[in-house]
């Protein structure tokens, strides 16, 4: 997996999900001890090594075991999975070298849109579409999905009330979203887009837009930036058709 890349950490998260079955066999057979399965077992899973007594395998495995059974990585990995899911088609197409930045960006901004949304009606998403798959997983994985328990004086730790379908909600779900949507909004805030604008001074973009277009992209734009222009950016502006011409004399 590239860490620079998030559409391979998106794939990365999806195909762990997919395969999450075959893994919690698989460690669940190298727990059992290999040396004790029947022929049957062998043959309906051919290639599988055999680690005969070895402890510090078997112990291994019984540990990723009860790390993928702990209710709170099951319920993390589903949320994780479906709100960065929507994130999957933006992130691909944003690594294309024809895609317009400004385009990129409102791709964002409809993800945005789209994520907030699923936050103003987190009960009812949580409880029809989220929670049925958290309670899928489980069962894969065995976990009883539980809270964990709550310590009697919560000065320093977590401990969010509720039980359930709630409590993960409260303490898993809600989160994540939250800490999705912030970042998002950081990187892709207002003043971010008023400034990519300035990507219009850009040849190819400069010589393809009317003046009146340049003008309004780099009003906004420019505006972060007023204090270099003492007297003003309407000589910039005036301009605007001469370097346009001289641009596409060069070309």
Aim: hydrophobic share 35%; charged share 30%.
């Amino acid at each position: 997996m590239c860490m620079t890349r998030w559409s391979q950490r998106l794939l990365c998260w999806e195909k762990f999900l997919e395969v999450l079955n075959v893994i919690v066999e698989t460690l669940t057979l190298i727990r059992n001890n290999l040396a004790t399965l029947e022929q049957s077992d062998r043959e309906r899973i051919p290639g599988i090594p055999d680690f005969g007594n070895d402890r510090d395998t078997r112990t291994k495995a019984s540990l990723y075991l009860k790390g993928l059974a702990d209710p709170t990585f099951v319920a993390g990995l589903v949320c994780l999975t479906r709100f960065l899911g929507k994130l999957k088609t933006p992130t691909r197409l944003l690594q294309k070298r024809d895609l317009d930045i400004m385009e990129g960006y409102s791709m964002i901004a409809d993800v945005v849109q789209d994520l907030q949304e699923t936050r103003e009606k987190m009960d009812t998403e949580w409880e029809e579409n989220i929670w049925p798959d958290i309670q899928k997983t489980g069962d894969i994985v065995g976990s009883e999905l539980t809270p964990p328990r709550r310590p009697g004086r919560s000065i320093n730790r977590d401990n969010t009330p509720g039980e359930g379908s709630t409590y993960f909600k409260r303490a898993v779900g809600i989160p994540v979203l939250d800490e999705i949507l912030s970042d998002l909004k950081q990187r892709f805030g207002k003043d971010q887009l008023t400034i990519s604008k300035l990507l219009t001074l850009s040849p190819e973009i400069f010589v393809s837009k009317t003046p009146k277009e340049i003008q309004e992209d780099l009003g906004e734009g420019l505006e972060h930036f007023s204090k270099f222009f003492p007297d003003g950016v309407e000589e910039i502006f005036r301009e605007i058709p001469i370097l346009q011409k001289f641009i596409k004399r060069k070309e």
